[in-house]
């Protein structure tokens, strides 16, 4: 059983910055890629950003890329999404995941654990 925790949501505006943080609990965070999902009312999760076991390979989604980067530290159990140049658009919940498979999954249903999620606002 793994149990996630995101921090740093929060309010920006336009064209801002935020770095989000995920920090695991137990002693196998390296043996799980992580992602980050975001969610937005009446909406399905969507996919965002994934980085594999060891850090070495980073995926993302098409609307993000170029302005988000994902990183983790596999010494501290964390995962960290850096936003920037921030829209209205990625207003969201987000969430961060852990996903046992090495296949560079974008389908939240192939995650294995959730953290409960946090909220980002931005203003235009």
């Known amino acids: 059983q793994v149990q996630l925790v995101e921090s740093g949501g929060g309010w920006v505006q336009a064209g801002g910055s935020l770095t989000l943080s995920c920090t695991a609990s137990?002693?196998?965070?390296?043996?799980?890629?992580m992602g980050w999902f975001r969610q937005t009312p009446g909406k399905e999760r969507e996919f965002v950003a994934r980085?594999?076991?060891?850090?070495?390979?980073?995926y993302y989604a098409d609307s993000v890329k170029g302005r988000f980067t994902i990183a983790r530290t596999n010494a501290k159990n964390t995962v960290y999404l850096q936003m920037t140049s921030l829209k209205p658009e990625d207003t969201a919940v987000y969430y961060c995941a852990a996903d046992r498979s090495v296949l560079p999954g974008r389908d939240p249903e192939t995650y294995d654990f959730w953290g409960q999620g946090t909220q980002v606002t931005v203003s235009s």
């Open positions: 980085v594999s076991r060891s850090g070495g390979n980073t």
């Open positions: 137990g002693r196998t965070f390296s043996s799980y890629a």
